[in-house]
């Protein structure tokens, strides 16, 4: 299976505009609830309501196929790593590991 990318950012400064997110959301629906609809069903709720005590559960309740699912999600949302909000999120997750002391530095 193959997932669609991310779309180019239109919003300022080449970020993802909120409408950009809810159709690449509708868009992986619709790719996904072919074969494993109780997935896009959390993917909507999470949409919705995120919290993390939502994407606990989510994650927790989480079966193989799910699991499968997110890991191919992760690795099509990282290899938009160029697009702009993608860039925010790899450095803040990379400062707060350096803040934390879980990195070694090295890249």
């Known amino acids: 299976m193959k997932l669609p990318e991310l779309p180019a950012g239109d919003a300022a400064g080449g970020r993802l505009s909120a ?25 909507e709720v999470l949409f919705n309501h ?5 994407l606990d559960l989510c994650l927790e309740e989480s ?22 909000t993608m860039q925010m999120i790899i450095s803040m997750g990379y400062h707060q590991q350096v803040v934390a002391g ?6």
């Not at 995120?50 to 939502?54: G, K």
């Not at 079966?63 to 702009?84: A, R």
């Open 102 to 107: 879980n990195s070694t530095g090295k890249t």
């Open 63 to 84: 079966d193989l196929q799910e699991q499968q699912i997110d890991e191919l999600l992760g690795q099509t949302v990282m290899k938009s790593n160029k697009e702009k």
């Open 19 to 43: 409408a950009q997110v809810k159709g690449y959301k509708d868009l992986l629906q619709s790719t996904i609830n072919i074969f494993k609809r109780e997935y896009c069903e959390k993917i």
């Open 50 to 54: 995120p919290t993390t005590t939502r």
